[in-house]
């Protein structure tokens, strides 16, 4: 997350930066969206237990279980020669996922309303999974991706997690059972793999976000490594990093 939130005031040092890269957590761990309370209604017995993690997003949102899955984070400047505002811009991100998932076989669309109106109306009030929301991707009634934005002045972040396997969902377990929340998790979640009925690997989607997201910024995507955007070089020649981080 404190790289993430580099990359961000990266971004923001100049006029056409873009910078885009993917991870997966070892331990497995709990990210909390930037205004969601906590420790309070956790059950941090079992969080210890488990042996994981906890992390607090630079983006918003609602907590997510990252264990078995994808995540993502795109940096960019606003409005940059892409001609971008914040709403374009997350969009772009919810589109060039959706169209890397629809490439796996998953059909995928943009949502438009919540799923649960008046469900999120205060953030932790329940795990990101547990409902979706404009701008966040779903396949037929499930929501198959989180996606969260933070922006400051010149520049955007855009976090998304893609669960590639069902554990996501076990969140439920670390929020002391709340009632109803399991059965929330499991109307409104699944995973790219259990709709597709076939394992997917994160190398595999991070090659075809690439490709999306350069396509969508009508730039190429180069690898760099994380130190070439920590020093605040520039972008040479139109392209944006993907950046390498040991």
Same mark, same amino acid.
């Given at each position: ?13 100049? %006029? ?10 070892? %331990?497995? =761990? ?7 309370? *906590? ?18 997003? %630079? ?13 993502? +984070? ?33 059909? =995928? ?23 979706? @929301? ?7 009634? *499930? ?56 394992? @997917? ?10 490709? $999306?997201?350069? $396509? ?11 130190? +070439?955007?920590?020093?605040?070089? %520039?972008?040479?020649?139109? $392209? ?7």
């Amino acid at each position: 997350m404190a790289i993430d939130c580099a990359l961000l005031s990266w971004a923001a040092g100049g %006029p056409d930066r873009a910078v885009f890269r993917t991870y997966d957590w070892e %331990p497995s =761990a709990i990210s909390l969206g930037r205004a969601e309370p *906590f420790p309070a209604g956790w059950d941090l017995g079992a969080i210890r237990g488990a042996g994981l993690d906890v992390v607090r997003r %630079p983006t918003g949102g609602d907590a997510v279980l990252h264990d078995g899955e994808l995540t993502f +984070a795109l940096a960019a400047s606003l409005p940059g020669p892409w001609d971008l505002g914040p709403r374009g811009f997350a969009n772009l991100v919810a589109e060039a996922l959706g169209e890397a998932v629809r490439g796996l076989g998953v059909p =995928a669309d943009l949502v438009l309303r919540p799923t649960s109106p008046g469900q999120a109306a205060r953030p932790g009030a329940a795990p990101c999974f547990a409902l979706a @929301v404009p701008g966040e991707l779903r396949s037929g009634p *499930f929501k198959i991706a989180g996606i969260a934005s933070r922006f400051t002045r010149g520049a955007a972040l855009c976090h998304a997690s893609v669960p590639l396997s069902p554990r996501h969902r076990e969140i439920a377990r670390f929020r002391g059972e709340r009632p109803g929340e399991r059965e929330r998790l499991l109307e409104h979640a699944r995973s790219v793999p259990e709709i597709l009925g076939s394992p @997917v690997g994160g190398a595999e989607l991070g090659r075809a976000l690439v490709e $999306a997201i350069a $396509a969508r910024l009508r730039t190429r995507i180069e690898s760099a490594p994380l130190a +070439a955007c920590m020093a605040g070089d %520039p972008v040479q020649d139109g $392209a944006a990093h993907e950046v390498e981080v040991a």
